[in-house]
Protein backbone atom coordinates (compact mmCIF):
# COMPACT_ATOMS: atom_id res chain seq x y z
CA UNK A 1 0.00 0.00 0.00
CA UNK A 2 1.40 3.63 -1.02
CA UNK A 3 0.66 6.36 1.72
CA UNK A 4 1.85 9.37 2.67
CA UNK A 5 3.06 9.36 6.37
CA UNK A 6 5.17 11.16 9.08
CA UNK A 7 7.75 9.65 10.83
CA UNK A 8 8.31 12.10 13.67
CA UNK A 9 6.27 15.06 15.32
CA UNK A 10 6.62 18.57 12.97
CA UNK A 11 5.24 21.69 11.47
CA UNK A 12 7.10 21.46 8.54
CA UNK A 13 4.82 19.99 5.39
CA UNK A 14 8.00 18.86 3.89
CA UNK A 15 8.76 16.20 6.15
CA UNK A 16 5.81 13.75 4.69
CA UNK A 17 7.06 11.35 2.65
CA UNK A 18 5.29 8.76 0.16
CA UNK A 19 6.27 5.32 0.48
CA UNK A 20 5.42 1.74 0.66
CA UNK A 21 3.39 0.05 3.93
CA UNK A 22 2.38 -3.25 4.64
CA UNK A 23 -1.62 -3.52 4.12
CA UNK A 24 -3.12 -2.91 7.26
CA UNK A 25 -4.89 -5.72 9.19
CA UNK A 26 -8.23 -5.48 9.39
CA UNK A 27 -9.62 -5.96 12.71
CA UNK A 28 -13.55 -6.80 13.98
CA UNK A 29 -15.66 -4.19 13.17
CA UNK A 30 -13.29 -2.43 10.77
CA UNK A 31 -13.04 -2.25 6.78
CA UNK A 32 -10.18 -1.47 4.36
CA UNK A 33 -10.77 1.82 1.42
CA UNK A 34 -9.00 2.42 -1.44
CA UNK A 35 -8.67 6.22 -0.66
CA UNK A 36 -9.35 7.65 -4.05
CA UNK A 37 -10.07 11.32 -2.38
CA UNK A 38 -8.49 12.55 1.00
CA UNK A 39 -8.44 16.21 2.46
CA UNK A 40 -6.62 17.92 5.18
CA UNK A 41 -7.97 19.59 7.69
CA UNK A 42 -7.03 21.42 11.35
CA UNK A 43 -6.69 18.98 13.12
CA UNK A 44 -4.52 17.02 10.72
CA UNK A 45 -1.59 19.74 10.87
CA UNK A 46 -1.91 19.62 15.12
CA UNK A 47 -1.64 15.88 15.06
CA UNK A 48 1.36 16.27 12.95
CA UNK A 49 2.73 19.03 15.22
CA UNK A 50 2.57 16.83 18.89
CA UNK A 51 -0.35 19.38 19.46
CA UNK A 52 -2.86 16.35 20.14
CA UNK A 53 0.23 13.78 21.50
CA UNK A 54 -2.06 13.32 25.01
CA UNK A 55 -5.04 12.89 23.30
CA UNK A 56 -4.08 10.91 20.18
CA UNK A 57 -1.79 7.28 20.88
CA UNK A 58 0.82 8.09 17.80
CA UNK A 59 2.29 4.71 15.99
CA UNK A 60 4.87 6.14 13.95
CA UNK A 61 5.12 5.96 11.23
CA UNK A 62 1.57 8.13 10.92
CA UNK A 63 -1.29 8.81 8.48
CA UNK A 64 -2.31 11.67 8.30
CA UNK A 65 -5.93 12.72 6.74
CA UNK A 66 -8.73 12.27 8.75
CA UNK A 67 -11.35 13.09 5.58
CA UNK A 68 -11.34 10.70 3.11
CA UNK A 69 -13.51 8.93 0.25
CA UNK A 70 -12.70 5.58 -1.54
CA UNK A 71 -13.84 2.27 -2.27
CA UNK A 72 -13.97 -0.71 0.41
CA UNK A 73 -11.31 -2.98 -0.35
CA UNK A 74 -11.20 -5.24 2.83
CA UNK A 75 -13.75 -6.17 5.25
CA UNK A 76 -13.13 -7.54 9.28
CA UNK A 77 -15.39 -9.70 10.29
CA UNK A 78 -18.61 -8.07 12.21
CA UNK A 79 -19.26 -5.37 8.92
CA UNK A 80 -22.48 -6.80 7.79
CA UNK A 81 -23.72 -3.21 6.43
CA UNK A 82 -20.17 -3.18 4.07
CA UNK A 83 -19.39 -4.88 1.11
CA UNK A 84 -16.42 -4.89 -1.15
CA UNK A 85 -16.75 -2.38 -4.11
CA UNK A 86 -19.04 0.13 -1.64
CA UNK A 87 -18.02 3.58 -2.29
CA UNK A 88 -17.40 5.21 1.50
CA UNK A 89 -16.71 8.75 2.97
CA UNK A 90 -15.20 9.01 6.34
Same mark, same amino acid.
Given at each position: ?? @??????? &????? +??? $????? +?? #????? &??? *???? @? @???? %???? #? $?? &?? /??? /???? $? *?? %???? /??? *? @? /?????????????????? *?? $?
Amino acid at each position: MR @AVVYDEY &SSDPS +TLV $ARELP +TP #KLFPG &SVL *VEVR @A @AGVN %PVDW #K $AM &SG /GLD /GLID $A *VF %PVIP /GWD *V @A /GVVVGLGMDTPEFQIGDE *VI $A
